[in-house]
């Protein structure tokens, strides 16, 4: 509202002068701030009526347990947020805040050598939930290591699932898996003297359930040339194959039903 006013001394026209100017007079509003949560998930706080414009007030959000601040909206549209507190001042609309809670979400992230994992890659989880990794080694080797962060957790293995339990932050896994191989426990490095000796005889540390073939410098013996027995695997090779073999040093391979090899 606008006004005039004039300003007399004790109505003393000869001593003083008499002065009138404009004077604007401003009025200031109420505002009620109504608040609420969309869904579940926490709480904000109670809503405030008659707010004098002007004034400023703290709105705080408190999330349950394993839940986050997903949006906050002033009238529709949205604001941000930190350290789950917004600081508003009063002005001549009524405010309608509205927060929207999420439960907090963490990553798994999966890497494996010579091993396949499903899931596999970058995963996303609930906040304490739980897990299961199915962890297989490729066709040839075997695991060594399943490390969670920095701990061992390949004992923790049940028929090849690792199940992570009550999951409360990002988590890290690696598989390593290594090629099968066998030792020789006996004849690797022998010497045969063709006229001389009869048979070549070698014992891996294998199981014989897992025997397969033999090779040597890389071409496949026919099993006419050679046999094969438990304890743990022996494999004896003709007189005739022998000196069959050219003079020199000469490879031997034998593989195994599960991919594994001694060489």
Known sequence: NSYSA???????TKNYT?????IKVYGKTYI?????????GGTISASMENVLEGASKTITFTPSEGYEIDKVTINGTETSVTNNALTITAGTEDLKIVVYYKIIQYTITITASNAETDPSGIITVDYNSNQEITITANFGYKLTSVL????????????EVLTLSNITSN?????????????????AGQTYTIDKNTTATFRIDADYSLFSKVYVDGNLVDS?????????TIVTFTEDYMESLSEG???LK??????GEAT
Request: net charge negative.
């Open 6 to 12: 004039t300003y007399n001394q004790n109505n003393d």
């Open 18 to 22: 008499t002065e009138t100017v404009s």
């Open 171 to 187: 988590q890290t896994i690696t598989v390593t898996a290594e090629q099968i191989t066998y030792d020789y426990l006996e004849g």
């Open 249 to 251: 040093t000469h490879t």
């Open 224 to 232: 006419a040339n050679y046999w094969a027995k438990s304890g743990s």
């Open 148 to 159: 969670v962060g920095n701990i061992e957790m390949i004992s923790e293995l049940d028929d």
């Open 254 to 259: 034998v593989a195994f039903t599960n991919g």
């Open 32 to 40: 009620d701030i109504k608040t609420s949560v969309n869904g579940t």
